[in-house]
T-cell receptor
Framework: GIQVEQSPPDLILQEGANSTLRCNFS?????LQWFHQNPWGQLINLFYIPSGTKQNGRLSATTVATERYSLLYISSSQTTDSGVYFCAVEPGNQFYFGTGTSLTVIP | DGGITQSPKYLFRKEGQNVTLSCEQN?????MYWYRQDPGQGLRLIYY???????QKGDIAEGYSVSREKKESFPLTVTSAQKNPTAFYLC??????????????FGPGTRLTVL
């Protein structure tokens, strides 16, 4: 099956700092999503981004499908950004998740 | 409010008992999914259903069963055959297939602990 690798696995930031999270995948995909899992386990949709670039406030994402990677940018990080960030890719009829990047933002 | 509900939030069961987890959506989505998450891991697909009365196995279907009698509902039964059922279970839905477009939306999850 397709392999989905996220890096870094863990990240600690000072409040206000910027960061880039990466998602590499081993085969071509039809769809890609980024999620934020909060401390209560809820998965929050961040971006649906099979290709191209999108921005939503302090967050933006870029997917280069031909090179099989996606990047999530977080600017001016806040403590509420803490949690686990997952990318999920869909090569066919189901999504495959990476193991996530655990982000801790300290005040 | 439109959304996906899962119940119960927490579930404790004795080893050897079957348990059923509920998932309901009022988003008028055709496709529904069940995932399992273990500590420190990503999500793995158990079963999915694209239309009523039809469902497909995911990567870890052994020890689980599902039904899809109504568009809005996709219950998951964790059977006694599941070797390690303690986990966090998440249900999701998305719009119309088979064009394979549209994002998944997730419910709040059920934490199952088998004693």
């Amino acid at each position: 099956g397709i392999q989905v690798e996220q890096s870094p696995p863990d990240l600690i930031l000072q409040e206000g700092a910027n960061s880039t999270l990466r998602c590499n995948f081993s085969d071509s995909v039809n769809n890609l999503q980024w999620f934020h899992q909060n401390p209560w386990g809820q998965l929050i949709n961040l971006f649906y981004i099979p290709s191209g670039t999108k921005q939503n406030g302090r967050l933006s994402a870029t997917t280069v499908a031909t090179e099989r990677y996606s990047l999530l940018y977080i600017s001016s990080s806040q403590t509420t950004d803490s949690g686990v960030y997952f990318c999920a890719v869909e090569p066919g009829n189901q999504f495959y998740f990476g193991t996530g990047t655990s982000l801790t933002v300290i005040p | 409010d439109g959304g996906i509900t899962q119940s119960p939030k927490y579930l404790f069961r004795k080893e050897g008992q079957n348990v059923t987890l509920s998932c309901e959506q009022n988003l008028n989505h055709d496709a529904m999914y069940w995932y399992r998450q273990d500590p420190g891991q990503g999500l793995r697909l158990i079963y999915y259903s694209q239309i009523v009365n039809d469902f497909q196995k995911g990567d870890i279907a052994e020890g689980y069963s599902v039904s899809r009698e109504k568009k809005e509902s996709f219950p998951l039964t964790v059977t006694s055959a599941q070797k390690n059922p303690t986990a966090f279970y998440l249900c999701a839905s998305r719009g119309r297939l088979p064009l394979s477009i549209g994002e998944q939306f997730f419910g709040p999850g059920t934490r199952l602990t088998v004693l």
